[in-house]
């Protein structure tokens, strides 16, 4: 079964602390993984995705196909960090299957 | 370039009420994707359209159903309205789906 899974409703973290939120999968074949993230008021955007290898406003996620894992982490975190996070799956035919969110709260 | 647009922001229908929700994406993009944002069931997959053919479908009612015309935009409809169908509904458009999706902003249809 294809599946996103994040463990974690709510994340609290102190500012300046590292963060690691966290995002296992389920799915027969290579996935394409994102992150996309929801900020107060304000459409859900791309945030980033496994295939670029990207670092987005101080954020990265390694795809671990061993663990079937795709964690997104930074190092310290910022108060602006604070919003809804959804860990995202591609399949084959173009179809997304999204986590339930974890809510980041960014403690001063 | 214009994003993703989505008419009307908000909609208030009575039970057994259908309603008519619509989707511009981003010039250009061909694939277009709807989804249901509840509080309890979060960010769930309706149904994604590629050159006014559906391709994808998620486990929704028959009651919900689309089409994409020629240029793109989508609308996505919902028969018989039903209490838990209150959702802010979002439309995503992308090239090809392994690129990322761009989402609109929403339309929130609130069903009493």
């Known amino acids: 079964a294809q599946r996103v899974t994040q463990p974690e409703k709510l994340l609290s973290v102190f500012k300046g602390a590292p963060v690691e939120l966290k995002c296992n999968y389920s799915y027969s074949g290579s996935p394409e993984l994102f992150w996309y993230v929801q900020y107060s008021r304000q459409r859900l955007q791309l945030l980033l995705r496994?295939?670029s290898r990207e670092s987005i406003k101080g954020f990265t996620a390694d795809l671990n196909k061993g663990e079937t894992s795709f964690h997104l982490k930074k190092p310290f975190a910022q108060e602006e960090d604070s919003a809804m996070y959804y860990c995202a799956l591609s399949t084959r035919d173009d179809k997304i299957i999204f986590g339930k969110g974890t809510r980041l709260h960014i403690l001063p | 370039k214009a994003g993703v647009t989505q008419t009307p922001r908000y909609l208030i229908k009575t039970r057994g009420q259908q309603v008519t929700l619509s989707c511009s994406p981003i010039s250009g993009h061909r694939s277009v994707s709807w989804y249901q944002q509840t509080p309890g069931q979060g960010l769930q997959f309706l149904f994604e359209y590629f050159s006014e053919t559906q391709r994808n479908k998620g486990n929704f009612p028959g009651r919900f159903s689309g089409r994409q015309f020629s240029n793109s935009r989508s609308e996505m409809n919902v028969s018989t309205l039903e209490l838990g169908d209150s959702a802010l509904y979002l439309c995503?458009?992308?090239?090809?789906?392994?690129?990322?999706?761009?989402f609109g902003s929403g339309t929130r249809l609130t069903v009493v």
């Open positions: 995503a458009s992308s090239l090809v789906g392994d690129q990322g999706y761009t």
């Open positions: 496994h295939i």
